[in-house]
């Protein structure tokens, strides 16, 4: 039994430390087979249970796919689904988005609140995108440069338009990954090198849209903010939030462990790891 598990009373787990054996160096400190089986788990669960949108099918343009991730911003995906095929057919180009008038989207984009802000940012980047001819740049500092796109959409555009292995890695997703592998040090996920070191790590797969998916769908359905349903979740028997009983994790600048009162549950999350990789789940 790894040394970190024979401690008496309260154990210690460490917020960057392997549930499966010893700790290493903070980029590594999750395993790599747990990330393997994470992926399983909830892409099998993705497969019957996730959400099916517009912007999700085969057939989705890489205009289509990115246009919707900046409407998703700070959106519920049910919100835009319900204007987007509408949206869509009004401007199916950037060069048709950049023509619209300021009026014409704010029309659109009201029921998702924000509207003139939305409007004015999104007929921005479509006017910087025609006057690109639909190209992208490449590489992350030049996309970045691009009105209304931060780390989020410039991780869309990576992983959609250059097909780069990038998490979309908001506040829901995140707060999957905090409860199944352990909480962040800083408040902001676009600068704790933990989250986002581990986002990417989760998204290297041969599925890496599905996996994004997945996470955010589990999130929505599952992984709620209050009362998630443990009982349900298919991460529930590799999961450091369910195996401790629900018990919440904090958020704090330098804050780098957490505590579980119950020595055993976590006993009990590293055997459910092992027995569900030997039986290839």
């Excluded at 499966?20 to 089986?37: D, F, K, Q």
């Excluded at 869509?88 to 180009?93: A, D, G």
Aim: glycine share 6%.
């Amino acid at each position: 039994m790894p040394q970190s598990m024979k401690m008496s009373g309260k154990l210690q787990i460490w917020g960057l430390v392997e549930l499966c054996g010893e700790p290493r160096n903070e980029n590594e400190t999750v395993c790599s087979h747990r990330i393997a089986l994470t992926q399983r788990l909830i892409l099998r669960w993705f497969r019957a249970e996730g959400r099916k949108f517009p912007w999700r099918k085969p057939t989705a343009s890489k205009y289509q796919q990115v246009v919707a991730e900046v409407l998703l911003q700070r959106t519920r995906a049910e919100a835009v689904s319900n204007l987007y095929l509408g949206f869509i057919r009004c401007f199916p180009s950037w060069i048709k988005l950049a023509l619209a008038t300021e009026r014409d989207l704010q029309e659109f984009l009201r029921p998702l609140g924000l509207w003139r802000r939305r409007a004015a940012s999104l007929q921005l980047l479509a006017q910087q995108m025609a006057g690109r001819r639909g190209r992208f740049p490449n590489g992350r500092e030049q996309i970045e440069k691009l009105s209304g796109v931060g780390q989020y959409i410039c991780n869309a555009i990576l992983m959609f338009d250059k097909g780069e292995n990038q998490p979309l890695l908001d506040v829901n997703f995140a707060r999957v990954l905090e409860r199944v592998f352990g909480p962040r040090k800083l408040s902001d996920i676009r600068y704790d090198p933990y989250l986002q070191k581990l986002a990417w790590r989760v998204v290297q797969h041969r599925s890496p849209q599905q996996l994004n998916w997945a996470f955010l769908d589990l999130a929505a359905a599952v992984c709620s903010i209050r009362k998630p349903r443990c009982p349900i979740c298919p991460l529930k028997n590799v999961c450091c939030h369910a195996q401790s009983g629900g018990v919440e994790t904090s958020v704090a600048p330098g804050l780098t462990k957490i505590t579980i009162a119950n020595s055993t549950r976590t006993n009990s999350l590293a055997s459910n790891i092992r027995e569900a990789n030997s039986v290839g789940v």
